[in-house]
T-cell receptor, first 113, second 115 residues
Framework: AQKVTQAQTEISVVEKEDVTLDCVYETRDTTYYLFWYKQPPSGELVFLIR??????QNEISGRYSWNFQKSTSSFNFTITASQVVDSAVYFCARGNSWGKLQFGAGTQVVVTP | NAGVMQNPRHLVRRRGQEARLRCSPMKGHSHVYWYRQLPEEGLKFMVYLQKENIIDESGMPKERFSAEFPKEGPSILRIQQVVRGDSAAYFC?????????????FGPGTRLTVT
């Protein structure tokens, strides 16, 4: 089965430090989509970013940035200058052509003041 | 523009009862996905529906689970004769199209507890 692997189960940082979350995926598809979602303690799932397999341009959006490398099947996510409100579980997900998402196990980020 | 709505937010059922979970997609979205988050198991895809059609149910347990998305009204995930192992958070997501290009917007989830 094609997997999405988030090797880090928990990352603890002090406020204002940067946090990088790793994600490695497996796929046999030529077209696929990659996502990061955030699940704060309140439990809802919040969409953060999306990347298409044919677009390896890395971008920055506010305090979020991502590094998509097709050659290594990695889609890493960075929070710059972390804040306490960033404390949450972060999920990497791979989507197929009709939107079925396969999630990684999640990485718990704990930001302390 | 209201987001994805799910109700109830919390549902308690005794073993053997039926659970009905409802999902109203975002306005203008006609594609609905259900996911289940079991303790210690992460988020798993269950089923993908369009209006009046089940497109992909590869993640649905073979027995006791069913889903529908009628022409009018919310999508329903139905679990018959619930067992303790069904206790989980069930999330619904919607998308404007049935392509992976668009992100899915998730509802707040229904926490099902089976006693």
């Amino acid at each position: 089965a094609q997997k999405v692997t988030q090797a880090q189960t928990e990352i603890s940082v002090v406020e204002k430090e940067d946090v990088t979350l790793d994600c490695v995926y497996e796929t046999r598809d030529t077209t696929y989509y990659l996502f990061w979602y955030k699940q704060p303690p309140s439990g809802e799932l919040v969409f953060l970013i999306r990347r298409n397999s044919f677009d390896e341009q890395n971008e920055i959006s506010g305090r979020y940035s991502w590094n998509f490398q097709k050659s290594t099947s990695s889609f890493n996510f960075t929070i710059t200058a972390s804040q306490v409100v960033d404390s949450a579980v972060y999920f990497c997900a791979r989507g197929n052509s009709w939107g079925k998402l396969q999630f990684g196990a999640g990485t718990q980020v704990v930001v302390t003041p | 523009n209201a987001g994805v709505m799910q109700n109830p937010r919390h549902l308690v059922r005794r073993r053997g009862q039926e659970a009905r979970l409802r999902c109203s997609p975002m306005k203008g979205h006609s594609h609905v996905y259900w996911y289940r988050q079991l303790p210690e198991e992460g988020l798993k895809f269950m089923v993908y529906l369009q209006k009046e059609n089940i497109i992909d149910e590869s993640g649905m347990p073979k027995e006791r689970f069913s889903a529908e998305f009628p022409k009018e009204g919310p999508s329903i995930l139905r679990i018959q004769q619930v067992v303790r192992g069904d206790s989980a958070a069930y999330f619904c997501a919607s998308s404007p199209t049935g392509t992976g290009f668009y992100e899915q917007y998730f509802g707040p989830g229904t926490r099902l507890t089976v006693t």
